[in-house]
């Protein structure tokens, strides 16, 4: 991995656990034969730095979707608040 690549990319997208699974993801769509969207410095170039030179270039970038996480919060409260409910009835 070419640390000058991946403080590029860090660059870009600050948030590491957002980065360290973009980078995953898109270094397994390479290995199973996606395209590069940028060209490879040669045909053995490593798959995960040409993924952290698509996210340092602004090919490749992360979409947070903070109203489903916010959603996905609000029904685990909610499960959770079911889940205590339930068992206090059978407590005694």
């Not at 590491?16 to 034969?33: A, C, D, F, H, W």
């Not at 993924?51 to 959770?80: S, T």
């Amino acid at each position: 991995m070419n640390n000058e690549l991946l403080k590029k990319a860090h660059e870009k997208i600050p948030s590491v656990p957002v980065l360290v699974n973009l980078i995953s993801k898109r270094e397994r769509e390479l290995i199973n034969g996606a395209k590069p969207l940028v060209r490879p410095d040669s045909l053995d170039d490593d798959k995960c730095d040409i993924a952290l030179r698509e996210v340092a270039e602004g090919k490749l970038i992360a979409e947070i979707d903070f109203d489903a996480i916010a959603k996905a919060e609000q029904a685990k409260v909610k499960w959770n608040a079911k889940s205590l409910a339930v068992e206090s009835l059978y407590a005694d």
